[in-house]
């Protein structure tokens, strides 16, 4: 398969703890995203990558937060000392670069994350 | 800022009967505007996007959807509903007169699409 993947799918932590989450993406897409998703909610964007370069962050990743692609290829997004309001799905995308923000976002399966 | 609009949490109809979801967006410049379905414990699946030209976009598993600029919408919508096609569907948009275009998506909350047989 060569679509998006993560890992891990599902994580359960204890509020508190540091957890780490990665993300593959499609081959030789340049751009990679992260978004969260909470119940009955529709994903809300955190950041992007531009091959090793993060080039924007949401307002919603707060300073506990932080994602790397240190060479381009795979991301990981690290959520330190976790709260219960971080209960959430945890998306990637990958897309191609293309002109003018017309290029399309293809999601991996998420990682559900539990705070106790 | 851009916001979506889905009105509906969820839609009810009968297979074989055409099927319509609605969307509505605002963006302070000119919208890229993109269909996903969500199955249960499984990633965004991309349906179709609206980047520019013909108002009508066609897409995966017969699925389209029309632009329309003076009303800011792009309704989802498939001539003959299949069980299959129950999910959650969600509409998102891009503002391309901001950050150059490479922002995220801004998404709606999503509607739940229930086929009944």
């Known amino acids: 398969d060569t679509g998006v993947s993560q890992d891990p799918r599902h994580k359960i932590t204890k509020r508190g703890q540091n957890v780490t989450f990665r993300c593959d993406p499609i081959?030789?897409?340049?751009?990679l995203y992260w978004y969260r998703q909470t119940l009955g909610q529709g994903p809300e964007f955190l950041t992007y990558f531009q091959n090793e370069a993060q080039l924007e962050k949401s307002r919603l990743l707060s300073d506990r937060f932080s994602a790397e692609r240190p060479k381009g290829s795979f991301s990981t997004l690290e959520i330190q000392r976790t709260e219960q309001g971080d209960s959430a799905m945890y998306l990637c995308a990958s897309s191609a670069v293309a002109g003018g923000g017309t290029d399309t976002q293809y999601f991996g399966p998420g990682t559900r994350l539990t705070v106790l | 800022a851009q916001s979506v609009a889905q009105p509906e949490d969820q839609v009810n109809v009968a297979e074989g009967n055409p099927l319509t979801v609605k969307c509505t967006y605002s963006?302070?410049?000119?919208?890229?505007l993109f269909w996903y379905v969500q199955y249960p414990n499984r990633g965004l699946q991309f349906l179709l996007k609206y980047i520019t030209g013909d108002n009508l976009v066609k897409g995966s598993y017969g699925f389209e959807a029309e632009f329309n600029k003076s009303q800011t919408s792009f309704h989802l919508k498939k001539p003959s509903a299949l069980v299959s096609d129950s999910a959650l569907y969600f509409c998102a948009v891009r503002d391309i007169s901001s950050g150059g275009g490479a922002d995220g998506l801004t998404f709606g909350k999503g509607t739940h699409l229930i086929i009944q047989p």
């Open positions: 081959s030789e897409h340049n751009r």
């Open positions: 963006v302070s410049g000119n919208p890229y």
